[in-house]
């Protein structure tokens, strides 16, 4: 069965400071991953999915197969970014989500 | 454009009670619908997901079912609510097939006292 890991579960930075949020997966086939991000009182919505190999309002996130690894990164953080993000693996028709890391981006 | 609908947003309910929570998408045909829940201090759990009318995945045991009466219309209910269904619960929607999007509705806090 798949598994979607997020060891942090909070991570506070400063704004303009770069941000990383972790996440690893196990997974036997082709893994399909996701970033969805949920802001304050805001419906939980895509960030962005590995295939677009995109950046969205900064982030990226590369897979690493080797390392089962899909880490979401931004060189420089803003107060905007501030929300609950969450790392998600796609196999056949459902989602399975990591546990969700916190980000607090402070003035 | 698609639109999914989720209600109550708020309800608290006694122990021992039924619940039912409606989700309805708008602007597309033959979704794959989706329950999740988010109980406090952990991520997203799926519940049930459904890929047609009246067929019904379940992901964990529990105190909760889900139907599909309409193609649009995913409903979550128990007959009889535990402390530990306290939780946001959330619905979504995608189309058909492998490596969609889902799109989620804006969940529904349900507290059991």
């Known amino acids: 069965a798949q598994r979607v890991t997020q060891p942090e579960k909070l991570l506070s930075v400063f704004k303009g400071a770069p941000v990383e949020l972790k996440c690893n997966y196990s997974?036997?086939?082709?893994?399909?991953l996701f970033w969805y991000v949920q802001y304050s009182r805001q419906r939980l919505q895509l960030l962005l999915r590995?295939?677009s190999r995109e950046s969205i309002k900064g982030f990226t996130a590369d897979l690493n197969k080797g390392e089962t690894s899909f880490h979401l990164k931004k060189p420089f953080a803003q107060e905007e970014d501030s929300a609950m993000y969450y790392c998600a693996l796609e196999a056949g028709n459902m989602l399975t989500f990591g546990g969700g890391t916190r980000l607090m981006v402070k003035p | 454009s698609q639109t999914i609908h989720q209600w109550p947003a708020t309800l608290v309910q006694p122990v021992g009670s039924p619940l039912s929570l409606e989700c309805t998408v708008e602007g597309t045909s033959n979704p794959n619908l989706y329950w999740y829940r988010q109980a406090a201090g952990r991520g997203l759990q799926l519940l049930f997901y459904?890929?047609?009318?009246?067929?019904i995945s379940s992901e964990v045991p529990q105190n909760l079912s889900a139907s599909r009466p309409q193609d649009r219309q995913f409903i979550l209910s128990s007959k009889k609510l535990l402390l530990s269904d306290s939780g946001f619960y959330l619905c979504?929607?995608?189309?058909?097939?492998?490596?969609?999007?889902?799109?989620f509705g804006a969940g529904t806090r349900l507290s059991v006292l």
């Open positions: 997974y036997s086939g082709s893994p399909e």
């Open positions: 590995h295939i």
């Open positions: 979504a929607w995608s189309l058909t097939g492998p490596k969609n999007i889902q799109y």
């Open positions: 459904s890929v047609g009318i009246g067929q």
